[in-house]
C-alpha cells in the first residue's frame, strides 16, 4: 500500500465528476449499455490505445482528438457493437455520436471522446442511441460510477472500480476508475476499457507520459488468451478540481500522483485478469535479476501468457518445467545455471538444478487459490530469478479453463 487510502465513489470519487448508465437497446439482452462521463470543467485527458492495425471507429476517433486537443469535458461508451472493421459508415456513426451528445450536453463536439465494445464488424445501432442519449444526460450524477461501470461491461462476471485519495499540497486529490474485460486480452494493450478520472492539476505532456508508464505497468502486464482488441482504450481526464498547485514537471509531488494512478491501474488489470472468461483464479508473476524492468516484464508477460503454463495452472499441476520453458523463450538473455522458480512458497529449481518438493502440497495450493481459500487469496504466486541484476517486473493472467472455449466458442451465436 503507497502512500494513499482507498476510498467510495469509483469514477465520481474525483471532485468535479459526474456519470451515468442506461439500458438503450444497444444489446439484445436489455441490460445497460450506455455509460457516460463528464467533468463539471474542461479537463487534461490522455490516452492508450490499441496498437492493433485493425482499430474501431471510436479508437481512430480519439486519437485523432487528442492530437489535435488534449482537453475533454465527457467520455461516451457504448456496448454491444465494437463499430470495428464497420467502414466509412463506422466513422460517420462515431461521429454522429459525439454530435449527439454535444447538441444535449450543450457542449463543443471536439471535447467529447468515444469508447465502444461489443461484437467486431457490428455498427451502432444509431436509432437506439439517439433516443437514449437524452436519458443518459438526465441520469447523469455524483453517484452514477456503478450505474456506468455496469454499463460497460459484455462478457465480464463482475463490474471493475476503484477510488484512491492521498494528499498534495495539504488538500485531497483523488483518483478513480472504471474497467471492463474479460476476454481477447493481450498486452499492447490488453477487449478492454478503461476510464480514469482525477482532480488534480497536471500539464498535458506530463500526464500522457504518466498514463503511458501506468499503462505499461498494468493493463500492458495482463494476459487471458493471447488475443489484443480492436477497441482497447485507455483514457484518463484530469480536471484540477482539488485546487492543488499545477503539476508542472517531475518531482516529489508528481512522483506521488503517478504512483496513485499506477495502483488504480493496477488494481483494474488484476480485476480484469481475475476476470478472465472461464478463469478460476488470477495468476501473478514476477521476475527479478534482469538487467531492467522492461526485460523482467517480457518474462513475466511470456509466462503469464502461456497457454501451457495456464493449462497447468487449471489441471492444479506444479509442472515449473512449463514455466522454465516460458521464461526460456521470451527473448531475454539469461544464464541457465541463474535460473530459480517458486511456485507459492515452494521453491522448485534453484541454480538451474531441479529440487524435490511436496507435489501433493504443491498441487493443493494451486486447489485453493482456485477456491479463493489459500490465505483469503485467489492469487497463483509464480516467482522467478534469472540473476543478480536489479530489473524487476510483474505480469498478471488467468487459468485456461474448458469454459473459455465454450464461451467463446458460443459468442456470437
Known amino acids: 500500500m503507497g502512500d494513499w487510502q482507498e476510498i467510495t465513489g469509483g469514477i465520481t470519487a474525483a471532485r468535479g465528476y459526474k456519470a451515468a448508465g ?18 463539471d470543467v474542461d479537463a487534461i485527458a490522455a490516452g492508450v490505445f490499441t496498437t492493433s492495425q485493425v482499430k474501431a471507429a471510436c479508437v481512430d476517433y480519439c486519437q485523432q482528438r487528442l492530437q489535435a486537443k488534449h482537453s475533454a469535458r465527457a467520455i461516451l461508451c457504448n456496448a454491444g457493437q465494437a ?18 451528445l454535444a447538441k444535449e450536453l450543450d457542449i463543443s463536439t471536439d471535447s467529447i471522446l468515444l469508447a465502444s465494445t461489443g461484437v467486431i464488424g457490428q455498427r451502432i445501432k444509431m436509432d437506439a442511441l439517439s433516443s437514449g442519449i437524452p436519458k443518459l444526460v438526465a441520469a447523469l450524477s455524483e453517484t452514477g460510477s456503478n450505474a456506468a461501470s455496469t454499463a460497460i461491461i459484455t462478457t465480464d462476471l463482475v463490474t471493475k472500480s476503484i477510488a484512491l485519495e492521498t494528499t498534495i499540497g ?30 488534480a492539476a497536471v500539464s498535458p505532456n506530463l500526464w500522457q507520459q504518466m498514463l503511458t508508464r501506468a499503462a505499461d505497468r498494468s493493463f500492458n502486464s495482463i494476459t487471458v488468451d493471447g488475443d489484443t482488441s480492436t477497441n482497447d482504450s485507455l483514457i484518463a481526464l484530469a480536471n484540477g478540481q482539488s485546487r492543488t498547485p499545477a503539476i508542472i514537471d517531475m518531482g516529489a509531488e508528481a512522483e506521488k500522483l503517478e504512483a496513485m494512478l ?3 491501474c493496477q488494481h483494474l488489470a488484476k480485476a480484469i485478469a481475475r476476470d478472465g472468461e472461464g478463469a478460476t483464479c488470477l495468476i501473478k508473476v514476477q521476475v527479478t535479476g534482469t538487467h ?3 526485460s523482467a516484464r517480457q518474462i513475466a508477460k511470456t509466462i503469464a501468457g502461456s497457454s501451457l503454463v495456464k493449462s497447468a495452472i487449471f489441471g492444479r499441476d506444479p509442472n515449473w518445467g512449463r514455466i522454465a520453458a516460458a521464461a526460456g523463450r521470451a527473448g531475454i538473455p539469461f544464464e541457465e545455471a541463474n535460473l530459480q522458480i517458486k511456485l507459492g512458497d515452494f521453491l522448485m529449481l534453484e541454480n538451474g538444478q531441479p529440487l524435490p518438493f511436496d507435489r501433493a502440497a504443491a498441487s493443493a495450493y494451486l486447489k485453493q487459490a482456485a477456491a479463493g481459500a489459500y490465505l483469503k487469496d485467489d492469487t497463483v504466486l509464480i516467482s522467478v530469478s534469472v540473476g543478480n541484476g536489479h530489473g524487476t517486473g510483474k505480469a498478471w493472467g488467468c487459468d485456461l479453463s474448458y469454459d473459455y472455449v465454450k464461451i467463446n466458442a458460443e459468442y456470437t451465436t
Open 292 to 294: 531492467d524492468e522492461i
Open 170 to 199: 495539504d488538500r485531497p486529490v483523488r483518483i478513480g476508475g472504471i474497467a471492463k474485460g474479460s476476454g481477447m486480452i493481450h498486452p499492447n494493450m490488453a477487449t478492454m476499457l478503461a476510464f480514469v478520472t482525477c482532480d
Open 83 to 100: 463499430n470495428a472493421a464497420t467502414g466509412n459508415q463506422g466513422v460517420r456513426d462515431a461521429e454522429a455520436s459525439a454530435e449527439l
Open 22 to 39: 442506461i439500458t438503450a437497446g444497444l444489446k439484445p439482452s436489455g441490460l445497460p449499455d450506455l455509460a457516460l462521463i463528464l467533468s
Open 262 to 264: 499506477t495502483a488504480v
